[in-house]
């Protein structure tokens, strides 16, 4: 009998195993059928809320943007509530960035530096961490901690020295480096960021600062 089907067809070998082994194939297919589709699922689900996130957060920019003429700050609370809404998309790490830059214009430092912390802690991923990182730096440099300042600073641009905040990052690093008259620092800082940003604002400005330093320095 085993010679007989040997000698059959390819395919009819492969029908006669089916038709044995029918039961077992039958779960095999029927599990990965079902996982393709979880899977699926998954991916689209995902892909839906992140849109529905981006969505909710355009919807409070705009509003807060409408009534600017009426109240002169935004309010962090509404992108607060976008990111505890939809937490793990983009538009949530995006949210906590202006929550703390509205507290920042608030003068609510220390506000404003926790926000940017959680991005920083719960979106190392994205892609706004290191504009988080600069306004970690920002708000220490607001409350005068010039020396955590300066630290996390140079943070920023040891974790991501391709940013398009570096700029502004060298840039605050000269002026602090002035501040505490370290002429020498500051004119390197400032020459940095006139070479990266030759034609920006950044680098415009850099064009009196970099000689007050380097007349000090001579």
Same mark, same amino acid.
């Given at each position: 009998m085993e010679s007989e089907v040997a000698q059959l067809p390819l395919s009819d070998q492969l029908w006669l195993w089916f038709q044995k082994n029918k039961k077992p194939v039958l779960w095999a297919v029927s599990i990965l059928v079902i996982g393709g589709l979880v899977v699926w699922f998954a &991916?689209?689900?995902?892909?839906?809320?992140?849109?529905?996130?981006?969505?909710a957060l355009s919807s409070v920019v705009f509003a807060q943007s409408s009534t600017q003429g009426a109240q002169?700050?935004?309010d962090p609370?509404?992108?607060?509530? &976008?990111?505890?809404e939809y937490p793990h998309s983009e538009a949530a790490a995006r949210a906590l960035l202006?929550?703390?830059?509205?507290?920042?214009?608030?003068?609510?430092?220390?506000?404003?530096?926790?926000?940017?912390?959680? &991005?920083?802690?719960?979106?190392?991923?994205?892609?706004?961490?290191?504009?988080?990182?600069?306004?970690?730096?920002?708000?220490?440099e607001a409350q005068g901690n010039a020396t955590e300042a300066t630290a996390a600073y140079k943070e920023?641009?040891?974790?991501?020295p391709n940013s398009p905040v570096i700029p502004q990052a060298r840039f605050a690093l000269g002026r602090l480096a002035e501040a505490q008259h370290q002429p020498e620092q500051a004119y390197n800082h400032y020459e940095q960021v006139a070479q990266m940003d030759p034609y920006g604002s950044i680098g415009s400005d850099t064009g009196g600062s970099i000689r007050q330093p380097a007349a000090l320095c001579g």
């Amino acid at each position: 009998m085993e010679s007989e089907v040997a000698q059959l067809p390819l395919s009819d070998q492969l029908w006669l195993w089916f038709q044995k082994n029918k039961k077992p194939v039958l779960w095999a297919v029927s599990i990965l059928v079902i996982g393709g589709l979880v899977v699926w699922f998954a &991916v689209y689900r995902s892909q839906e809320q992140q849109t529905e996130a981006g969505q909710a957060l355009s919807s409070v920019v705009f509003a807060q943007s409408s009534t600017q003429g009426a109240q002169a700050e935004s309010d962090p609370a509404a992108y607060l509530k &976008v990111a505890a809404e939809y937490p793990h998309s983009e538009a949530a790490a995006r949210a906590l960035l202006l929550a703390g830059s509205s507290y920042f214009t608030e003068g609510k430092y220390d506000q404003a530096k926790a926000q940017f912390q959680r &991005v920083t802690r719960e979106y190392p991923a994205s892609n706004f961490r290191s504009q988080a990182l600069l306004g970690v730096a920002a708000c220490l440099e607001a409350q005068g901690n010039a020396t955590e300042a300066t630290a996390a600073y140079k943070e920023l641009i040891d974790q991501h020295p391709n940013s398009p905040v570096i700029p502004q990052a060298r840039f605050a690093l000269g002026r602090l480096a002035e501040a505490q008259h370290q002429p020498e620092q500051a004119y390197n800082h400032y020459e940095q960021v006139a070479q990266m940003d030759p034609y920006g604002s950044i680098g415009s400005d850099t064009g009196g600062s970099i000689r007050q330093p380097a007349a000090l320095c001579g």
